[in-house]
């Protein structure tokens, strides 16, 4: 069975340029997570969607951080303007959507924002 | 608001010594408490979970943990500890309800010596 899959695994941009980042999740998995994993820093979550509805964006910065899940199977997240302090790695994880399952985490993409 | 405490920010062990890795958490009901593993460039690996009944945990790779809760403590384990255990390792607490989220510590690193 496939795992969390994300893409791109790197990224490098220019301060004020636009930035995606795509997930697709483990195949019958409902609910999906965006992590912000700063340097030396556990997961910090940024909105979680059960199916296409997103149910938890509080973290999301929303001045500058989007996210869709229009289908309810793949995600994208997007930055836009990207800045400095935005580098980071972002992970995306998957669960089968009852409470306490276990999260499956993607290789996460690493932004530098330069 | 859940949290958890990883005391330890970097810990070195030789090939072949035990390991105890601690880990505290806060929150008001009984928690759902996970141990994950992360090598470098590479996402989250789930290595136990608790949810409830017996308190001492077995994972994968030989780790356990054990839920004591008047220490509101998980802390995790493992009698003797290979080079390939080398990694960062992440304590998380899951709350409860229709709100259902994962809230992680800052990791502790493990650097094994030959």
């Known amino acids: 069975e496939a795992g969390v899959v994300q893409s791109p695994r790197y990224k490098i941009i220019e301060k004020k340029q636009p930035v995606a980042f795509w997930c697709n999740p483990i195949?019958?998995?409902?609910?999906l997570y965006w992590y912000l994993q700063n340097l030396g820093q556990g997961p910090e979550l940024l909105i979680r969607?059960?199916?296409?509805?997103?149910?938890?964006d509080s973290q999301l910065p929303k001045d500058r951080f989007s996210a869709e899940r229009l289908k309810g199977v793949d995600s994208t997240l997007k930055i836009q303007p990207a800045e400095l302090g935005d580098s980071a790695v972002y992970l995306c994880?998957?669960?089968?959507?009852?409470?306490?399952?276990?999260?499956?985490f993607g290789p996460g993409t690493r932004l530098t924002v330069l | 608001a859940q949290s958890v405490t990883q005391p330890d920010i970097h810990i070195t062990v030789s090939e072949g010594a035990s390991l105890e890795l601690r880990c505290n958490y806060s929150?008001?009901?009984?928690?759902?408490l996970f141990w994950y593993v992360q090598s470098p460039g590479q996402g989250l690996q789930l290595l136990l979970k608790?949810?409830?009944?017996?308190?001492l945990v077995q994972g994968i790779k030989g780790f356990e943990a054990e839920f004591k809760r008047s220490q509101s403590s998980f802390n995790l384990r493992k009698p003797s500890v290979h080079w390939s255990d080398a990694a960062e390792y992440f304590c998380?607490?899951?709350?409860?309800?229709?709100?259902?989220?994962?809230?992680f510590g800052k990791g502790t690193l493990l650097t094994v010596n030959p």
């Open positions: 969607y059960e199916n296409e509805e997103a149910v938890d």
């Open positions: 998380a607490v899951g709350s409860g309800g229709s709100n259902y989220k994962l809230t």
């Open positions: 994880a998957s669960t089968a959507g009852d409470e306490g399952d276990t999260q499956y």
């Open positions: 608790y949810f409830s009944g017996d308190t």
């Open positions: 929150y008001g009901a009984t928690p759902y």
């Open positions: 195949s019958g998995h409902n609910t």
